[in-house]
Every structure is written in structure tokens, then in C-alpha cells.
């Protein structure tokens, strides 16, 4: 490790990791056709579908923290791509519901094992996916992944300590 990573603060190294992951998958997926944001929304799909699922772009959204503006404009672009297919909900007219298509269920497998690859030589220095290193790092991950941030708190806070410096 770098004398610069071991003394940066985690958030540096949050984004750090969280923008070596999205190049990675983005120049993993792209043979496949499909960007990072699109195999995101796939595999989720693939996923919810796989346990009977058939999400709404809201739903889709809230899953994978993307915006729902986002989501939308992803689900549309596959679409086009005869990859995801979009159905209006007969109990909501406002809701449209997104499932993949035969063609999406083959990308996304094979977009799939791609990333697991990956995940492969990301976790290797901590034993492995399934080694305790790892499943703890991703216990740890999820748990700060459930922090609601609230920047209201920030400003509050900021604004004490120009108090206490004056």
C-alpha cells in the first residue's frame, strides 16, 4: 500500500475504490454492449426476476440507488436494444414494470460470470469472496452503505465550530 492511501481519510478512499470499480466494470461490460449503469440495472433485474420479481423503475431504483429519471432513461435505452422489456402495471397506469428479455437474461449471465471475475482479483488480497476477510468487508460495507447521511447536519455543524472559532 502507498504511503498517500495509508494516509488518506476513508471517504478519499470510498470514492478511490468506488471509481476503480466503475472503470473496471465499465471496460468489462462494454464488449457486451453495455455500460456499468446498464449491467447495474440488468443484474438487478436479473436477480429480482430470478425470485419471481417483476420491479417497477421506481422500485429498480430504490434497489439500486440510482435516480428514478435515470433508471427510466437506462430501462428505455434497453428496451431499444431489445434488452429489457417495459410493461405499464394494470393495478397503476403511472407504474411501468421492467423485466429482461430472453436476449437480456443471455447478456446479462454472461455480463455476469465477467464481473465476478472481477470481484475475483478485487477480493483476492483478502482471501477470496467467500474467505472471512472478505465476507467482513462486505458486512462493513453494508453497514456504512445504511448510514443515513444528512448534509442539514454538516452545515449545522460547520456553523458551531465558525461559532466556537470567533
Same mark, same amino acid.
Given at each position: 500500500?502507498?504511503?498517500?492511501?495509508?494516509?488518506?481519510?476513508?471517504?478519499?478512499?470510498v470514492w478511490r475504490l468506488s471509481m476503480k470499480w466503475?472503470?473496471?466494470?465499465?471496460?468489462?461490460? *462494454?464488449?457486451? #454492449?453495455?455500460?456499468? +449503469?446498464?449491467?447495474?440495472?440488468? +443484474?438487478?433485474?436479473? #436477480?429480482?426476476?430470478?425470485?419471481?420479481?417483476?420491479?417497477?423503475?421506481?422500485?429498480? *431504483?430504490?434497489?439500486? #440507488?440510482?435516480?428514478?429519471?435515470?433508471?427510466?432513461?437506462?430501462?428505455?435505452?434497453?428496451?431499444?436494444?431489445?434488452?429489457v422489456a417495459r410493461t405499464r402495471d394494470p393495478a397503476?397506469?403511472? *407504474? $411501468?414494470?421492467?423485466?429482461?428479455?430472453?436476449?437480456?437474461?443471455?447478456?446479462?449471465?454472461?455480463? $455476469?460470470?465477467v464481473i465476478q471475475g472481477l470481484l475475483d482479483q478485487?477480493?483476492?488480497?483478502?482471501?477470496?469472496?467467500?474467505?472471512?476477510?472478505?465476507?467482513?468487508?462486505?458486512?462493513?460495507?453494508?453497514?456504512?452503505?445504511?448510514?443515513?447521511?444528512?448534509?442539514?447536519?454538516?452545515?449545522?455543524?460547520?456553523?458551531?465550530?465558525?461559532?466556537?472559532?470567533?
Amino acid at each position: 500500500m502507498s504511503s498517500a492511501a495509508e494516509s488518506a481519510t476513508a471517504g478519499f478512499l470510498v470514492w478511490r475504490l468506488s471509481m476503480k470499480w466503475r472503470v473496471a466494470v465499465d471496460r468489462a461490460v *462494454a464488449p457486451l #454492449g453495455m455500460t456499468h +449503469a446498464q449491467y447495474a440495472l440488468m +443484474a438487478s433485474l436479473y #436477480g429480482m426476476g430470478r425470485s419471481g420479481q417483476r420491479p417497477s423503475q421506481r422500485e429498480l *431504483a430504490d434497489h439500486t #440507488g440510482l435516480e428514478a429519471l435515470y433508471v427510466s432513461k437506462l430501462a428505455r435505452a434497453l428496451e431499444s436494444s431489445g434488452l429489457v422489456a417495459r410493461t405499464r402495471d394494470p393495478a397503476d397506469p403511472r *407504474a $411501468i414494470r421492467l423485466e429482461l428479455t430472453e436476449q437480456g437474461w443471455d447478456v446479462t449471465r454472461r455480463a $455476469i460470470k465477467v464481473i465476478q471475475g472481477l470481484l475475483d482479483q478485487l477480493l483476492e488480497p483478502l482471501g477470496g469472496q467467500h474467505g472471512a476477510r472478505a465476507n467482513q468487508f462486505t458486512q462493513e460495507l453494508a453497514t456504512l452503505l445504511y448510514v443515513p447521511l444528512d448534509p442539514t447536519r454538516v452545515d449545522a455543524h460547520l456553523d458551531e465550530n465558525e461559532k466556537e472559532q470567533s
